[in-house]
């Protein structure tokens, strides 16, 4: 079921992303009197459709057809990606049978330098305003869940919080001397503010301030790497989620909902680590605490030869919270700030590739591992499943707007060069770099799928 799990989220998201980017060029298309000739969801082979004239149809429309100022609105084989033909186009399907007329006012190629750059920037253009929409819609329906503490509960070994220098019950006062006074700001400035560059962390440590230099570049690192920062606030607590009955767990009589204290007499603060000690305790006896209501029950639990006791965990915060609510304003607003800020984080990340600071291997994901992320953050909750979702969303939008051949920004590049020219570049040059930047595109996929794959073993 998590294969399945996987291909179903996975076509949601690109489904929602490529049908709201390919609108954009729609409905920008319609706006500047151009006609569009299919609107398609999916690649290759049409399935079914329905345009004006034919009404709804099975398979492929034939290869004369002319649906005039009629536009086929089709699911096509291939779920992954979609497209808009605009008439008069250069575009993803290589069609320039429209050279061999004469240019007709419903034509793109027709119109002038600003609509050209309209219809073709309006995909990203709608991509971005999803990921304001969705980040707007979560502020204002859900509010801003800040835990209100700044006292460290845990710092996991070999981490890069115990590289730093952090221990247990420090409390963080600021961060590049910027004070903070929630958990959700110690982590913000920890780790996206101001990429690859030194923190200096000022902390309170029995009664005495210390100040705390952390590497930017080694916080970059373990971000990219995809490790735990290995930090919690003070009131982090493992919940026991669900139970398998016939592993060690269950014959022990651990249950759903059953806080772990400690495991032989070591305080569990962690899932990360909960999972190592039993890790490391294979076929042997363990003294599990777990609190169930207002009793503390003593489980002697013996991990299997795996690691294993058949358990799920869930990690819940139980300290003081500060619940931040938004206006509707203010909440279009966040949207708009939160938005940026992920522009910056990308960015960002990518300048660090190019740099040499993080692995391209390590930073870059593919469709596999798209899937993977969209299952796990759908399990997790229908928010993250739309955080995962504004993010993929605005990445793609900066994706597309790149100047490269067979890209939005591709396209633009020709139609800005023309408009400063004033004529138009031949077909077949258009042509021809637009076969370069698919052939680009799709070794870029090939090495994205084969890095995902590497990575998932």
Not at 110 to 127: D, E, P, R
Not at 179 to 200: P, Y
Not at 223 to 233: C, I, M, R, S
Not at 308 to 319: K, P
Request: with cysteine; charged share 20%.
């Amino acid at each position: 079921m998590g294969f399945l799990n996987d291909i179903l989220y996975f076509l949601i998201v690109i489904g929602i992303l490529v049908v709201i980017h390919e609108f954009g060029h729609f409905i920008a298309a319609r706006l500047s009197g151009i006609r569009t000739e299919i609107f398609s969801f999916g690649m290759g082979y049409r399935l079914f459709g329905f345009n004006k004239i034919k009404g709804f149809t099975f398979g492929n429309l034939p290869k004369d057809w002319d649906g005039g100022p009629y536009c086929d609105y089709r699911v096509s084989l291939f779920p992954i990606g979609g497209y808009v033909k605009v008439s008069g186009m250069v575009d993803e399907s290589l069609d320039t049978d429209f050279e061999k007329t004469e240019p007709k006012p419903w034509e793109f190629r027709t119109k002038n330098t600003f609509q050209k750059i309209f219809v073709l920037s309006a995909g990203v253009l709608m991509n971005a305003l999803l990921t304001v929409a969705i980040f707007t819609t979560i502020i204002l329906v859900e509010g801003k869940s800040l835990i209100n503490t700044t006292v460290i509960g845990f710092v996991q070994k070999n981490s890069l919080a115990e590289s730093i220098g952090l221990k247990e019950n420090d409390k963080i006062i600021s961060i590049n001397n910027v004070a903070v006074k929630t958990w959700d700001e110690v982590f913000e400035l920890l780790t996206f503010d101001q990429m690859g560059k030194n923190r200096n962390i000022k902390i309170i440590r029995d009664a005495e301030t210390i100040v705390l230099t952390a590497d930017g570049k080694k916080i970059l690192k373990t971000l990219a790497d995809q490790k735990p920062v290995g930090l919690l606030p003070k009131g982090w607590m493992v919940y026991i989620n669900n139970v398998e009955s016939l592993k060690p767990a269950g014959k022990a009589g651990i249950l759903p909902g059953d806080t772990v204290i400690n495991v032989n007499g070591e305080s569990i603060k962690s899932s990360t680590q909960f999972v190592s000690i039993i890790k490391l305790n294979k076929s042997t006896p363990l003294l599990i605490d777990v609190k169930r209501g207002s009793e503390i029950h003593r489980k002697e639990v013996i991990p299997n030869q795996e690691g294993f006791i058949g358990v799920e965990l869930r990690e819940v915060f139980a300290g003081p919270k500060l619940i931040k609510n938004y206006s509707f304003i203010e909440a279009i607003s966040y949207g708009f700030s939160e938005t940026w800020r992920s522009i910056n984080l990308f960015l960002s990340t990518i300048g660090q590739i190019f740099s040499g600071t993080i692995s391209a291997k390590q930073s870059l994901g593919g469709p596999i591992m798209i899937a993977k992320m969209a299952s796990q953050q759908a399990e997790i909750g229908i928010i993250n499943f739309l955080h995962f979702m504004a993010l993929l969303s605005i990445t793609l939008a900066i994706i597309n707007i790149i100047p490269f051949p067979a890209l939005d920004g591709g396209h633009l590049v020709f139609i800005i060069i023309e408009g400063i020219i004033r004529r138009e570049i031949p077909v077949k040059v258009k042509v021809a770099f637009q076969n370069v930047g698919m052939i680009a595109l799709l070794a870029l996929m090939a090495f994205v799928i084969y890095n995902d794959i590497i990575r998932l073993n």
